[in-house]
C-alpha cells in the first residue's frame, strides 16, 4: 500500500504559477504509475495528468502546454508545475498512484488516493 499527501495548493491570480507536490509514503514509488486529478464544486472528478515508471506522461487537453508532471523517485515525490494559470482551473486537486507500469486515464484505475490540495486562481 502507498499514502499519498499533497500540499502547494493555495491562491493565485490568472496567468501565475504553482507546483504541487504528493509525497508517498511506503516502498518500491517507483513501482507506481501516478496521476493527478482535479474536482471544482459541483463537478466531477477530472483527469489532470499521469506519468509511468519510467517518466513517460498523459495529459488532459485542458493541460497541454501548461502543466507538466514529474517524478523524483528518491524523493518519493510526484509534482505537477502549472503556468499561465486560468480561473477554470480552480478545483481541488488529487493526486494518485496505481502499482503498475503505465499511466491511465481513468480515475478507476487508481486505487490509492490523496486528500486533496484547493486551488484556487482569480479573475
Known amino acids: 500500500q502507498v499514502q499519498l499527501v499533497e500540499s502547494g495548493g493555495g491562491l493565485v491570480q490568472a496567468g501565475g504559477s504553482l507546483r504541487l507536490s504528493c509525497a508517498a509514503s511506503g516502498r518500491r514509488f517507483s513501482n507506481y504509475a501516478m496521476g493527478w486529478f482535479r474536482q471544482a464544486p459541483g463537478k466531477e472528478r477530472d483527469f489532470v495528468a499521469a506519468i509511468s515508471w519510467s517518466g513517460g506522461s498523459i495529459y488532459a487537453d485542458s493541460a497541454k502546454g501548461r502543466f507538466t508532471i514529474s517524478r523524483d523517485n528518491a524523493k518519493n515525490t510526484v509534482y505537477l508545475q502549472m503556468n499561465s494559470l486560468k480561473p477554470e482551473d480552480t478545483a481541488v486537486y488529487y493526486c494518485?498512484?496505481?502499482?503498475?507500469?503505465?499511466?491511465?486515464?481513468?480515475?478507476?484505475?487508481?486505487?490509492?488516493w490523496g486528500q486533496g490540495t484547493q486551488v484556487t486562481v482569480s479573475s
Open positions: 494518485a498512484a496505481r502499482q503498475s507500469f503505465d499511466a491511465r486515464q481513468k480515475s478507476t484505475d487508481y486505487p490509492y
